[in-house]
């Protein structure tokens, strides 16, 4: 379980980059929203990124409580949280919160599909992670 661990701290590293650094939102990008006021302000898709950040950062917490303690019962816990963050990893940019509108944003053609790929990786691994018998 040690290796399922560390691979959950590995993919939360990647759910924090991936808005940030691997493939930047608008917002890193410079694009801002503004308003008929001429303030400046984040697009949707840089609350999705921070949002993300925090998802990433808690599945790394479970992931290093998997490499910690393995028994039974953590193991069936961290997989049932892991179930409901990959599924809040994929729903923050596609329902929840959102990307920008215009497909030719490079939030819509990189960002969008990184994250939903990276929310289907964490729902496997915690859903292996219920149901593995040891």
């Not at 560390?6 to 930047?24: D, E, M, R």
């Not at 998802?55 to 019962?73: D, F, K, N, S, W």
């Not at 729903?91 to 599909?113: E, K, N, S, V, W």
Request: aromatic letters at 6%.
């Amino acid at each position: 379980m040690k290796g399922v661990g560390a691979l959950l701290v590995i993919l939360g590293i990647v759910i924090i980059l991936t808005p940030w650094v691997l493939f930047p939102v608008c917002e890193v990008e410079g694009m801002y929203l503004t308003t008929s006021a001429g303030v400046q302000m984040p697009m949707k898709c840089g609350w999705t990124a921070r949002a993300e950040t925090a998802m990433g950062a808690l599945i790394i917490v479970m992931g290093g409580l998997l490499v910690a303690r393995h028994t039974p019962e953590t193991r069936q816990a961290v997989g049932l949280f892991n179930v409901a963050a990959g599924i809040l990893v994929v729903l923050f940019p596609t329902y929840l919160i959102g990307m920008c509108r215009l497909a030719d944003h490079p939030c819509r053609q990189l960002t969008l599909p990184a994250l939903e790929v990276l929310g289907v990786i964490v729902i496997i691994i915690g859903a292996f992670l219920i149901w593995k018998r040891e």
